[in-house]
């Protein structure tokens, strides 16, 4: 079975656009798990209309606890051997889970598979992200030659249940899905499958996290991706230096910003303490990153942290 986990709150205007496209992907053996967290508006209500219409449909009421809260809620109560999680303002495209879950119900061995994204901002321009179909059997592979870090989301993914054995949502951490990731990554058996099969429907929120991110929220982004460096020192070093100094870019990347908009302290090492040497990384890498890097290596993380700080500073950012 399917257990199909929806966390609710203060989305009324889009939320019976969800709960339909959940209903209509075909699939049967499947439960749906609305949970309403606390939401002050009509959500509640339309909830409970689901639940009367159509058995597969299960609501839980309680108390604003945030999205962490709510999708542990669903966990708790999920029965499925694999789930998956939609947010309660996005939609699926026609015909996407139930072709992922008989592949997974064939192929035992896969413990995740992600699909495809599609990015709406609020004047409906679209950015597609597109997944290629490749299987992986080793995670490290995974995160840095398929750079799955730069696609966390727990959203495009159907995950089997053991994976989440010990593994919850951190509450009170924004970014959680780039926490709870590697953590899952730890629990796989078998292998990773991405496929180029669907559509995630994911609506840009000009008042979300990621467009209103503060100090916090960038130091949590940032930890955990310095934790994932920390404790997988060993890994690295066997991956191509390509893939290696372009993840590293991107967590520098992320240092800066946190350091030079927030006054964030610097957690980052040097990739010479993590992989034994420095190296610019490929075309892949634009001009203004390959410039970071270029003064991280002579100088120190710190110093390109506060040049860009005072770079900012001068043009008025």
Same mark, same amino acid.
Request: with cysteine.
């Given at each position: 079975?399917?257990?199909?986990?929806?966390?609710?709150?203060?989305?009324?205007?889009?939320?019976?656009?969800?709960?339909?496209?959940?209903?209509?992907?075909?699939?049967?053996?499947?439960?749906?798990?609305?949970?309403?967290?606390?939401?002050?508006?009509?959500?509640?209500?339309?909830?409970?209309?689901?639940?009367?219409?159509?058995?597969?449909?299960?609501?839980?009421?309680?108390?604003?606890?945030?999205?962490?809260?709510?999708?542990?809620?669903?966990?708790?109560?999920?029965?499925?051997?694999?789930?998956?999680?939609?947010?309660?303002?996005?939609?699926?495209?026609?015909?996407?889970?139930?072709?992922?879950?008989?592949?997974?119900?064939?192929?035992?061995?896969?413990?995740?598979?992600?699909?495809?994204?599609?990015?709406?901002?609020?004047?409906?321009?679209?950015?597609?992200?597109?997944?290629?179909?490749?299987?992986?059997?080793?995670?490290?592979?995974?995160?840095?030659?398929?750079?799955?870090?730069?696609?966390?989301?727990?959203?495009?993914?159907?995950?089997?249940?053991?994976?989440?054995?010990?593994?919850?949502?951190?509450?009170?951490?924004?970014?959680?899905?780039?926490?709870?990731?590697?953590?899952?990554?730890?629990?796989?058996?078998?292998?990773?499958?991405?496929?180029?099969?669907?559509?995630?429907?994911?609506?840009?929120?000009?008042?979300?996290?990621?467009?209103?991110?503060?100090?916090?929220?960038?130091?949590? &982004?940032?930890?955990?991706? =310095?934790? +994932?460096?920390?404790?997988?020192?060993?890994? /690295?070093? %066997?991956?191509?230096? @390509?893939? #290696?100094?372009?993840?590293?870019?991107?967590? &520098?990347?992320?240092?800066? =910003?946190? +350091?030079?908009?927030?006054?964030?302290?610097? /957690?980052? %090492?040097?990739?010479? @303490?993590? #992989?034994?040497?420095?190296?610019?990384?490929?075309?892949?890498?634009?001009?203004?990153?390959?410039?970071?890097?270029?003064?991280?290596?002579?100088?120190?993380?710190?110093?390109?942290?506060?040049?860009?700080?005072?770079?900012?500073?001068?043009?008025?950012?």
């Amino acid at each position: 079975m399917l257990s199909i986990i929806i966390p609710i709150y203060k989305v009324e205007k889009t939320l019976d656009k969800c709960l339909q496209s959940v209903a209509s992907q075909g699939i049967e053996d499947c439960e749906v798990i609305m949970v309403d967290d606390g939401s002050p508006d009509k959500c509640g209500k339309i909830c409970d209309l689901w639940t009367a219409k159509d058995n597969r449909f299960k609501v839980i009421h309680q108390q604003n606890g945030g999205l962490s809260a709510a999708r542990n809620a669903g966990l708790e109560m999920a029965v499925g051997d694999i789930f998956t999680f939609v947010d309660s303002d996005d939609y699926l495209a026609p015909n996407t889970l139930l072709p992922l879950v008989v592949r997974m119900q064939d192929d035992k061995y896969i413990d995740i598979l992600e699909y495809n994204v599609i990015k709406l901002d609020n004047l409906n321009k679209q950015k597609q992200l597109c997944i290629p179909d490749a299987e992986w059997y080793d995670v490290t592979d995974y995160w840095f030659r398929g750079k799955a870090y730069a696609h966390t989301y727990s959203w495009n993914k159907i995950y089997r249940r053991n994976i989440f054995s010990g593994v919850r949502f951190p509450i009170g951490r924004n970014f959680e899905d780039v926490h709870i990731l590697p953590l899952l990554l730890n629990n796989v058996r078998g292998k990773v499958v991405t496929t180029s099969h669907g559509y995630y429907n994911y609506i840009e929120n000009p008042e979300g996290i990621t467009q209103n991110a503060k100090k916090g929220d960038y130091q949590s &982004l940032l930890d955990a991706h =310095t934790k +994932f460096l920390d404790n997988n020192i060993n890994e /690295m070093k %066997r991956q191509p230096i @390509d893939f #290696v100094a372009e993840y590293y870019a991107h967590v &520098l990347n992320i240092q800066i =910003t946190a +350091f030079s908009r927030y006054g964030s302290k610097v /957690m980052l %090492r040097s990739m010479s @303490d993590y #992989v034994g040497k420095w190296y610019m990384a490929g075309d892949c890498i634009n001009i203004i990153t390959k410039v970071k890097m270029t003064i991280a290596k002579i100088f120190g993380v710190k110093t390109v942290c506060k040049f860009f700080r005072l770079a900012e500073i001068i043009i008025g950012k």
